[in-house]
């Protein structure tokens, strides 16, 4: 049913308002005075008389009556409590309307033409009993259908047209503006009146309400056009639902208005060049507290540290064991815990400020109540929350592919300098042996400029450079292998962080964007919904 | 009324005034106490003062009521021609007519009694010579669509000498009529009740003029026992020769019109009836108005205060930020690091061997280039960042508390600026920084007075020691709680060591200090300068109080 869509809209509606920070409390009240309105029956409308004191709203309802139902009196105000004339053969299903309507006052018909409508005679709106007034603004937001009562002294007072036509009738479907109190006026001047209130009901921007012009006082016979607009086939139900219908939709465009997206579907806040420009401000700034830098000597360390281990011969054990005691294994070879560690180097807040500025410019472009929420969105400490969080995924994610590279030439090298160190030793059992045993005859090797060297001096230079020779290939072999490998690190780090921040920073906008979007469309939605009921 | 003290009285009028004027200048969030003020002001200018002045100035009679209840056709019958249009078209008179002999025009205009309408509102009726002395407005409206019309109204209230209120037996307990009446009570105004279109049935009539009467006499509760003049004009009583009210029905009117023209007697006892009731009604007038102050300077206080705490706050967690030492970038901090740590600044700091090595090096490759420029660029940037970051948190935080607030939500709303840190803060905190680097500079310099420090510091340049100050203002006594150890932590223990070297303990302490105290004070300036523009849109609560207090001393004055 097309009630219910028209309410499920206003409920959408809601929700989206709530995104951008409006204040939803009037359409929330809106929305359950309808729902209670759908849970009575609806076989009968309720119509209200409104206006000012002394226009005849008593003397009205006694003519369309036919007979007396409320007191009318020439004291001011007269009518304190509405009066409600009900159709006998609907009391007791209205019974239960009536009571949500705080009406107590009860006259019934027996109906005739008017069956499927109850006629409340509203007190005034405009005297010094200003609870009267209290009464009609809590009874007029619950009624299906109004007349408005004037007559030729109050027709253009300010209360009737800037308190109640302009702010009521857009709500209401069924409606009438009622010129009563005619017969003070000559027949011409009373049309030259009718077409006053109608100049000026197109002013208050709803001048399509019929008006009609009436003589209460003279009874059934004054009231002719009225009773013509009474009787009029309507049916109840129709009534009821148009009168919801036009609430939600009444209630829709005000939130929308107050989001200043009623019209066109409203462009995101922040156009896109703008917002790519600062992302990539962001993004650098991001990259600078991660220290790619940092990161890439990280992993050559470690790289060269693996290396060590096993590439540097029995000697390894000693080097190693002194690096773990200083901690420098840690210090200085740690690319994960580099990376995790991100948020001890310094501060967020240079790497936030475009994205800040950019946002913030953007306030005096929303409506008043949106800014509230937008300058959440772009308060620093909330942006500094989301990038970190950012960085923090891409830390993680970093972390568990790390993976130190590795090399099988590292084994040969090591296997090498075994060898070496064979030798090493080899060699310091033959210099012991020539230093214990007397007269061992010692070879010799000419070598150039040198002339003849003897063979130990010789084979032990060679062997000590042939190690040194072996450890700094290894660690250049490493450093290529790490800075290599270093430089994928950085790069996929730097790919990774500016890929999540374009994604999730700015969620929260996208967010508020999307809303604007959705309850500008909500507007479409009600009109359309209001449309399909008429 | 003695002439005696007219003089003073004036004297008092043209201060009091001169208060109103001043209260209106003060910005208010309620439209009421406005209204008050102004009601002063205009009550002071277009009918006090000028009635002081003259005493025997043309009487004003002023025709008050709502719409369509036959102020026009009243000046008709009074007018004896149609100067007034009446119609059923409502609301007919959208202009005020000034009916009056063309000297008393002329007395009134130049008196400054209707100052306050513009005068292509004002229309002039020119009466007869015979009718000099008494003067009769035509006000617009009160209650109809045309809401300026209320404006004139109200201001014609404050002006008059004898007020003719007319309205009709639908409209007698009508809420905004009501109102204005109320006013005219409290003013202490001469008034008579045209009671218009009363219906002809005999019950009725008696019912609804008993109400009026009761009703009437209700407002203004002091003049309870004082009976009302009341004019019951039926329905249909009309001359329509000049579309006025039937003569016969309006006589006592008319007739006490005539007798105050006739009679200059009359017409003084008027005045010095409206006079005296309209001093009598300043005394609590000013009272209310000094009461919308003290009231509006008790709010002002409030929200002044939320801007207070919440830049306070925000202050204090940023100061706790810098000198925590979380300000700059590793990455950064590195390359100072590197100069610090460098052997050729090493030969400050140690000795022996090392000294010994690092001289030698010094004396092959020179002192190093200390980055200054990236260092400073870089505090630059953080310490503009963290500011803005906590000016913009302080300023939203201002700007939802006052958005909670009846009195302030309208400001917030036409300031959208509120929501975060002003546009000039940025770039006024780079410059202020820019300041208080030089500063450091200079401090420097002068610091450098011993010989050893003249040396080193012109080795170094002044500028790299001067950054070695900064840096020291950030993490000298840290504790460097959190910071990465190494880069952090090292810089700052070379930085000290370096300074140490250089000035020595105490003259390294009183440079870092003297840096960190005028960072401070320059931070709070700036959050004072920031908060300035939400104190700004509220009137200052010292001048309130001010305002109201001699208001009370004015009047207390009129009293006695």
């Known amino acids: 049913m097309s009630v219910d869509r028209c309410l499920d809209n206003l409920d959408e509606a809601i929700e989206v308002a709530k995104v951008v920070g409006l204040d939803v409390r009037t359409a929330i009240a809106t929305r359950e005075t309808a729902r209670a309105r759908i849970g009575f029956p609806s076989s009968a409308y309720v119509l209200a008389l409104a206006g000012g004191t002394g226009v005849g709203k008593s003397t009205l309802l006694n003519a369309i009556a036919g007979e007396k139902v409320s007191p009318a009196s020439a004291r001011r105000p007269t009518t304190s409590n509405a009066i409600a004339w009900v159709p006998s053969s609907r009391g007791r299903e209205l019974a239960g309307l009536l009571q949500w309507l705080g009406i107590s006052e009860l006259r019934e018909h027996t109906g005739g033409a008017l069956a499927d409508v109850a006629v409340l005679d509203l007190p005034d709106f405009d005297s010094i009993a200003r609870e009267h007034r209290e009464r009609v603004d809590a009874l007029l937001p619950r009624v299906d259908a109004v007349a408005w009562i004037v007559d030729p002294e109050k027709y253009k007072d300010h209360i009737i047209h800037a308190g109640y036509l302009s702010e009521y009738a857009p709500r209401i479907r069924r409606q009438i503006v009622v010129l009563n109190r005619s017969d003070l006026l000559s027949s011409a001047d009373a049309s030259r009146v009718a077409e006053d209130m109608r100049d000026q009901l197109r002013r208050d921007g709803v001048g399509d309400i019929e008006v009609v012009t009436t003589r209460a006082r003279q009874g059934v016979a004054g009231i002719g056009e009225l009773s013509e607009w009474l009787e009029s086939a309507v049916e109840a139900k129709r009534v009821v639902a148009a009168r919801i219908v036009a609430e939600a939709r009444e209630a829709v465009r005000e939130l929308a208005a107050a989001g200043g997206v009623v019209g066109d579907s409203p462009v995101p806040l922040i156009e896109r060049a703008h917002r790519e420009r600062a992302l990539v401000a962001v993004a650098q700034g991001a990259l600078a507290m991660i220290d790619v830098a940092g990161l890439e000597r990280q992993a050559v360390a470690a790289t060269r540290f693996a290396a060590r281990r096993r590439g540097a011969g029995p000697l390894r054990h000693l080097t190693s064991a002194i690096y773990r005691l200083i901690g420098r294994d840690r210090a200085a070879a740690d690319p994960v815990g580099f990376l995790t560690r991100w948020h001890l180097r310094g501060s967020l807040a240079p790497a936030v400020e475009p994205m800040r500025g950019l946002m913030t410019s953007r306030l005096p472009e929303v409506p008043a109540p949106l800014r509230g929420a937008l300058a959440r969105l772009s308060a620093p400490a909330s942006l500094e929350r989301r990038l970190a969080e950012t960085i923090d995924k891409t830390v993680a994610a970093e972390a568990d592919r790390v993976r130190v590279p590795t090399s099988a030439l590292w084994s040969v090298f090591g296997a090498a300098q075994y060898a070496v160190t064979a030798l090493l030793i080899f060699l310091a059992l033959w210099f012991a042996s020539l230093f214990g045993i007397r007269d061992v005859p010692v070879g010799t090797i000419p070598l150039p400029y040198l002339g003849p060297v003897p063979t130990p001096v010789v084979l032990l230079a060679a062997t000590l450079l042939a190690g040194y020779v072996l450890a700094k290939l290894l660690q250049m072999h490493a450093g290529w292998l790490g800075r290599r490998w270093a430089k994928q690190i950085g790069e996929h780090v730097t790919r990774d962080v500016r890929r999540r921040i374009d994604g999730d920073l700015l969620l929260p906008l996208e967010q508020f964007d999307a809303s604007r979007v959705a309850l500008n469309r909500a507007v479409r939605m009600a009109d359309d919904c209001s449309n399909l009921s008429d | 009324m003695r002439a005696v003290d007219s003089a003073e009285l004036i004297a008092r009028c043209d201060r009091l005034a001169g208060v109103a004027e ?97 005068k292509d509102r004002l229309k002039l009726a020119g009466a007869s010579p015979s009718t000099d002395g008494v003067a009769v407005v035509d006000a617009p409206d009160i209650d109809s669509v045309e809401r300026d019309n209320r404006e004139l109204a109200d201001v014609l209230v404050e002006a008059g000498d004898l007020c003719v209120f007319v309205t009709t037996a639908t409209r007698y307990a009508d809420l905004v009529p009501w109102e204005v009446l109320k006013r005219v009570r409290e003013r202490g105004l001469p008034l008579v009740v045209v009671l218009n279109r009363v219906p002809a049935d005999e019950e009725d009539r008696e019912a609804v003029v008993a109400d009026t009467e009761r009703l009437f006499r209700g407002t203004g509760a002091k003049n309870l026992e004082e009976p009302i003049a009341l004019i019951v004009i039926a329905e249909g009583d009309v001359d329509p020769s000049v579309s006025g009210l039937a003569r016969e029905k309006a006589l006592p009117l008319l007739e006490r019109i005539a007798r105050l023209a006739a009679e200059a007697d009359e017409r ?293």
């Not at chain 2, 006090?48 to 056709?73: C, E, M, N, Q, Y």
């Not at chain 2, 149609?82 to 205009?109: C, F, M, N, Q, W």
């Open chain 2, 268 to 560: 003084r006892a008027v005045a010095t009836l409206a006079l005296a009731g309209a001093l009598k009604g300043l005394v609590p007038l000013a009272h209310a108005i000094a009461d919308d102050l003290e009231h509006e300077a008790i709010d002002a206080d409030a929200l002044q205060r939320i801007a207070a705490s919440t830049y306070g706050e925000e202050l204090a967690a940023l100061t706790r930020e810098v000198q925590g030492g979380l300000v700059l970038r590793a990455e950064v901090l590195r390359r100072w690091n590197d100069f610090v740590g460098a052997d050729q600044v090493a030969r400050f700091i140690s000795s022996g061997i090392g000294r010994l090595r690092a001289i030698l090096l010094t004396a092959f490759r020179g002192t190093p280039v200390a980055p200054v420029t990236a260092v400073e660029a870089e505090m630059t940037t953080t310490l503009e960042a963290l500011a803005l970051r906590h000016a913009s948190e302080a300023a939203r935080r201002t700007a939802v508390a006052w958005s909670d607030r009846s009195d302030a939500i309208a400001l917030v709303a036409r300031h959208p600026d509120l929501w975060t840190a002003s546009d000039g803060f940025g770039p006024a905190v780079r410059g202020g920084l820019d300041v208080w680097m030089r500063a450091i500079v200079d401090d420097v310099r002068s610091h450098a007075g011993r010989k050893r420090a003249v040396a080193q510091v012109a080795a170094l340049g002044v500028n790299a020691v001067a950054v070695a100050v900064m840096l020291g203002v950030f993490a000298y006594t840290a504790g460097l709680t959190g910071a990465e150890v190494g880069i952090a932590a090292g810089t700052a223990l070379l930085n000290q060591k370096l300074l140490e070297a250089i000035f020595g303990e105490r003259a390294m302490g009183e440079l870092i200090a003297n840096a960190r105290e005028r960072l401070a004070a320059l931070l709070t300036s700036l959050f004072d300068q920031d908060r300035a523009r939400f104190d700004a849109l509220v009137a200052a609560p010292k001048d309130l109080r001010e305002v109201a207090a001699e208001l009370r001393a004015v009047v207390d004055g009129m009293a006695r």
């Open chain 2, 22 to 118: 001043r209260r209106l200048a003060l910005a208010s969030a309620s439209p009421a106490a406005e209204g008050r003020a102004r009601q002063l002001r205009d009550h002071l200018e277009g009918f006090v003062r000028p009635r002081v002045a003259d005493i025997d100035a043309p009487l004003l009679v002023v025709l008050l009521g709502p719409t369509g209840a036959g102020k026009s056709s009243l000046l008709n019958t009074i007018a004896r021609a149609e100067v007034s249009k009446a119609g059923v078209i409502r609301p007919t008179t959208k202009d005020v007519v000034l009916y009056a002999s063309e000297g008393d025009a002329h007395r009134i205009l130049s008196g400054g009694r209707l100052f306050a309408i513009a």
